[in-house]
């Protein structure tokens, strides 16, 4: 399921078997790679709600089902976490590779409707992709990070920088001067006439 059909979808407390509002904006955590929260225009406040992930059972084509502890929507919206996207952020943001090339912007996202995690990100094609209708896809494992003003992907023409291998100093080799008296006379040889076997003596 795309993100873009979650809005104004019916949000449902299925022990009440009531509607409670409809969905008005999603926020996803690109962090966790999953559906974070709803913005729900609630039939109780104007103001309107904020449902977490942890409190939906699953959304449907037709509905948002909530877990039957959701009940009544608490009164305010929580605190928008920094590091969330909404529809309004994610679509258009702009995407980068860790090589710093420019590959494009966001257009949507798909997300498992059991799980909540999202499948892939959608790209708008641009130049010649836009012609003959071919968008790119980023799966979440390809994100390396993500704020309200970039993406950051990892693009796999980058290897990690080994840090250079320490060379060990090598100890400098000690040479001593020998004294006179240690050093051993340089041996003396003698002639042996052909045909003389040697043999050892003693001196």
């Known amino acids: ?3 873009k059909e979650l809005r104004g979808l019916p949000v449902i407390d299925p022990s009440s078997a009531r509607k409670i509002g409809t969905v008005l904006d999603y926020q996803v955590d690109p962090a966790s790679g999953r559906l974070a929260a709803l913005d729900v225009t609630s039939i109780a406040n104007a103001d309107g709600e904020r449902v977490l992930a942890t409190r939906i059972r699953r ?3 037709s509905a948002v089902i909530l877990t039957a502890r959701g009940g009544q929507l608490a009164g305010g ?3 928008v976490d920094e590091r969330w996207l909404d529809a309004a952020t994610l679509s258009g943001l702009e995407v980068m590779g860790d090589d710093g090339n420019r590959i494009g912007r966001l257009l949507d996202a798909t997300f498992d409707q059991d799980s909540l995690e999202v499948g892939v990100y959608l790209m708008r094609p641009s130049g010649l992709g836009r012609l003959v209708g071919r968008r790119r896809r980023i799966l979440p494992a390809k994100l390396q990070s993500c704020s309200r003003e970039l993406m950051l992907v990892a693009t796999g023409r980058l290897k990690e920088a080994l840090p250079a291998p320490v060379e060990e100093p090598t100890p400098p080799t ?4 020998l004294k006179a008296d ?3 006379p340089a041996p003396s040889f003698e002639p ?3 045909g ?3 043999g050892a ?3």
């Open 174 to 177: 000690a040479r001593m001067a």
């Open 182 to 184: 240690d050093r051993l």
């Open 196 to 198: 003389q076997t040697v």
């Open 201 to 203: 003596h003693s001196g």
């Open 192 to 194: 042996v006439p052909d």
């Open 1 to 3: 399921m795309r993100l």
């Open 59 to 61: 959304v449907g084509r």
């Open 77 to 79: 919206i929580p605190e």
